[in-house]
Structure formats: structure tokens, C-alpha cells
């Protein structure tokens, strides 16, 4: 299921990433990796924040859809 679907406050694990390579280059150098743990804080506007590896990271409703959990 796609990270935007994810219930806020519950731990999730990454299993793959979508997109073009770009995107995909992109959202690793942010840490959304397989394995990685990823936790959805806040959703305003179908674009969210997640705790991932020790950082906040706001991600577009786009980017979100891209990461599969």
C-alpha cells in the first residue's frame, strides 16, 4: 500500500520505491530505502510529514503515492 494510505502514528516498513530513477535517487538521499522504518506524524492537504531515520521530512502527496509500505 502506498505511505499516503498509512494510519498516522503507526510504524511501517518500506518494502519498495516507484517512480523514475530521478525521484527514486531522490527519495534515497531523503532515507526512504526497503527496510526502513517510516512513521507518518502528520497529513495537511494529502501531503505528509514522516519520522524517518531520526529526521522529520515533509513529503508531497506525489512522492508519497511513490513509496510503497
Same mark, same amino acid.
Given at each position: 500500500m502506498p505511505l499516503n494510505l498509512a494510519v498516522i502514528g503507526e510504524e511501517n516498513i518500506i518494502k519498495r520505491i %516507484?517512480?523514475?530513477?530521478?525521484?527514486? =535517487?531522490?527519495?534515497?538521499? &531523503? %532515507?526512504? @530505502?526497503? %527496510? =526502513?522504518? @517510516?512513521? @507518518?506524524?502528520?497529513?495537511?492537504? %494529502?501531503? &505528509?510529514i514522516v519520522n524517518i531515520k531520526g529526521s522529520r521530512v515533509a513529503v508531497s502527496k506525489e512522492m508519497a503515492q511513490k513509496i510503497i509500505i
Open positions: %516507484g517512480g523514475n530513477a530521478d525521484i527514486r =535517487a531522490h527519495l534515497q538521499n &531523503l %532515507g526512504f @530505502v526497503p %527496510g =526502513a522504518v @517510516v512513521v @507518518v506524524v502528520s497529513s495537511m492537504g %494529502g501531503s &505528509l
